[in-house]
């Protein structure tokens, strides 16, 4: 059965960090751009960073610098790490397989709080 299983969130104080992991299936994992998505309370989700199969990278404007994708093909695990975090940073993780900027592989799993303190 495919699944995303994510974890690694947690309470932090603005200026933490925090690396959250996603274990993917292997149809999921395998050969694909894997993305991490976050959604704040009450608004959309959004795609804040991707990394393709051979390991290139991309991120939203928002947590350039502070952000770093990666995955492990051996382990079927897309990473982020996430550094200077910010309030606004409070979210919701997610990791799924990206199709094309507004599409995705799979349903969506549970997620993952972040949550920054000021």
């Known amino acids: 059965q495919e699944q995303l299983v994510e974890s690694g969130g947690g309470l932090v104080q603005a200026g933490g960090s925090l690396r959250l992991s996603c274990v993917a299936s292997?149809?999921?994992?395998?050969?694909?751009?894997m993305g991490w998505y976050r959604q704040r309370s009450g608004e959309q989700r959004e795609r804040v960073a991707t990394v393709t199969s051979d390991g290139s990278t991309n991120y939203a404007d928002s947590v350039k610098g502070r952000f770093t994708i990666s995955r492990d093909n051996a382990e079927n695990t897309v990473y982020l790490q996430m550094n200077s975090l910010k309030p606004e940073d409070t979210a919701v993780y997610y990791c799924?397989?990206?199709?094309?900027?507004?599409?995705?592989?799979?349903?969506w799993g549970q997620g993952t709080q972040v949550t920054v303190s000021s």
């Open positions: 799924n397989g990206v199709l094309s900027t507004t599409l995705v592989l799979h349903s």
């Open positions: 292997g149809r999921l994992f395998k050969g694909n751009t």
